[in-house]
C-alpha cells in the first residue's frame, strides 16, 4: 500500500536499535554478561508460578509492592533514607518511564535540553511527543560544567534537562555538587516561569567508582528533580524491560495521568520483585565487573588506545581513522561492539573474562598492534 497517511515527520525514517546479531561475543548494548544464577532462576520461576493462576485479571494497576521493593533497594544502594512508595514510579524500561515524563512535561511548544554526546534514544521521545529537541555539546574532554547548563537552561527555558550520569556513550559521570546547582537553579528556568524538570538517568549508576554520588542523594531538596533507574544493567535484567524512577510524589502523580493503564504486567512485577529480593547477591558482580572495566582500560591505554573515564559498565576508546573497519574487522572475529559517540570512537561494553580475552586478542589483531 502506498498511501498510507504516515506523519510527515516520519516518513524514511528508520526503527531505532543496535544490529541483534549471533556472534559469539555481544559487548554493544551495555548488557550484564552474567545470567541469573541458579538461585535467582529458581526465586524467578517460583515468582511465576505463583502468579499464573491470576492471569485471567489485570494486573495491580499501582503495582504497590514493587514500588516499595524498588525504594526499599534505593535505599540499600544508596544510603539515602525517606524514600517511599509514593517517591517511585516504574514501567517497562527507564524508555517507557523516560516516555511518560515526556507526555508529562513535553508536548508542543515546549522545550527539552540536553548535552552531547549522549544518549541516542532521547531525542525520539522528543519526537514522539512533539517536544523540541535542543541539544548544546559537552566539553572536548566528554565532562561537562554546571555553569554551562545553567547558561544554556535560562537562555531556552525547557521544561524538561536530561543529564546521563554516567553518561552514555562517554562513561562520564556528574558530581553531586553540580546537580545540585543546576537543581537549584531550575526552579525557574521552565517555560513561562515555571521550573524545569530535571532529569539525571542514572541507568549505570551501580558502576559508579568510589566517591561519585548519586542524585538521589539531592531528591529531599529539589522537587523538580527525577533520577531514573533501571533493571537493565547492573541486575542483569535487561530481558524483563523493568525500569523506573524516584521523584517528589507530586512528579509520579503526573506521571499517573499518562501512563497506559496496566502497563506493567503481572509477570513482570511478579519476577522484579522475585529479582530484588536476590539484590544482595548481585554485589559481588557488580564489582568485579567494576574490577574489570579498570582492567580494560588500563590496557588500552598500555596499548596506546584513547580511553574516556568511565564510571559505567562500558567504555569509549579510539581513536580510529575509519572506525567502522576496526568495528567490522571485530565482528568479523566474532566480537559485535557499537559504532556510537564521537567521530574517531567507539564504544565497548565489560563483558566476561573469556570475552574481554577475546575483544583484547581481536583488537590488536584488526589494528595491528
Ligand atoms: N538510559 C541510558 C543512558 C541507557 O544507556 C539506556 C540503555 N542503553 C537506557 C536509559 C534504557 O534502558 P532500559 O530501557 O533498558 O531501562
Not at 540536553?114 to 512533539?130: G, L, V
Not at 532529569?199 to 529539589?222: I, N, Q
Request: aromatic share 8%.
Amino acid at each position: 500500500m502506498t498511501n498510507l497517511p504516515i506523519r510527515p515527520d516520519l516518513r524514511g525514517l528508520e526503527p531505532y536499535g543496535a544490529p541483534q546479531l549471533d556472534v559469539p561475543h555481544l559487548l554493544n548494548v551495555n548488557e550484564n554478561p552474567y545470567e541469573p544464577t541458579p538461585e535467582v532462576e529458581a526465586a524467578i520461576t517460583a515468582a511465576v508460578t505463583d502468579v499464573v493462576h491470576t492471569l485471567n485479571r489485570y494486573p495491580d494497576r499501582e503495582f504497590a509492592g514493587l514500588r516499595a521493593d524498588l525504594a526499599a533497594y534505593l535505599a540499600a544502594e544508596s544510603g539515602v533514607r525517606g524514600l517511599g512508595v509514593e517517591n517511585i514510579w516504574a514501567a517497562n524500561g527507564s524508555n517507557e518511564v523516560m516516555l511518560h515524563l515526556f507526555q508529562a512535561f513535553g508536548g508542543p511548544g515546549r522545550v527539552a535540553l540536553s548535552f552531547t554526546p549522549t544518549y541516542s534514544m532521547y531525542p525520539e521521545y522528543a519526537r514522539d511527543t512533539f517536544t523540541a529537541w535542543v541539544t548544546a555539546e559537552r566539553n572536548a574532554d566528554h565532562t561537562l560544567d554546571a555553569d554551562t547548563v545553567i547558561a544554556r537552561m535560562r537562555a531556552e527555558r525547557p521544561a524538561l534537562v536530561l543529564l546521563a550520569s554516567p553518561n552514555n556513550p562517554t562513561g562520564t559521570a556528574l558530581s553531586v555538587a553540580a546537580i545540585e546547582e543546576i537543581a537549584a537553579a531550575a526552579r525557574t528556568t521552565g517555560p513561562e516561569g515555571a521550573a524545569s524538570v530535571v532529569v539525571v538517568d542514572e541507568a549505570y549508576a551501580e558502576f559508579r567508582r568510589e566517591g561519585t554520588g548519586s542524585a538521589l542523594e539531592l531528591l529531599a531538596r529539589h522537587p523538580h528533580l527525577v533520577v531514573t533507574r533501571t533493571m537493565s544493567k547492573a541486575f542483569a535484567f535487561a530481558g524483563v524491560r523493568l525500569g523506573y524512577l524516584a521523584a517528589a510524589p507530586q512528579v509520579v502523580d503526573v506521571l499517573r495521568i499518562v501512563r497506559l493503564p496496566y502497563h506493567l504486567s503481572a509477570v513482570t512485577q511478579a519476577v522484579a520483585r522475585a529479582a530484588l529480593a536476590h539484590a544482595g547477591g548481585l554485589q559481588a558482580q557488580v564489582a568485579e565487573l567494576r574490577g574489570a572495566r579498570d582492567d580494560l582500560a588500563a590496557w588500552l591505554g598500555e596499548n596506546g588506545f584513547t580511553t574516556v573515564d568511565s564510571d559505567a559498565n562500558f567504555i569509549l576508546f579510539g581513536e580510529f581513522e575509519d572506525r567502522h573497519a576496526v568495528w567490522q574487522g571485530l565482528l568479523d572475529r566474532g566480537v559485535l561492539i557499537r559504532e556510537t559517540g564521537p567521530e574517531r570512537y567507539l564504544r565497548v561494553s565489560v563483558g566476561t573474562g573469556e570475552q574481554m580475552a577475546a575483544f583484547r586478542t581481536a583488537l590488536l589483531e584488526v589494528t595491528g598492534r
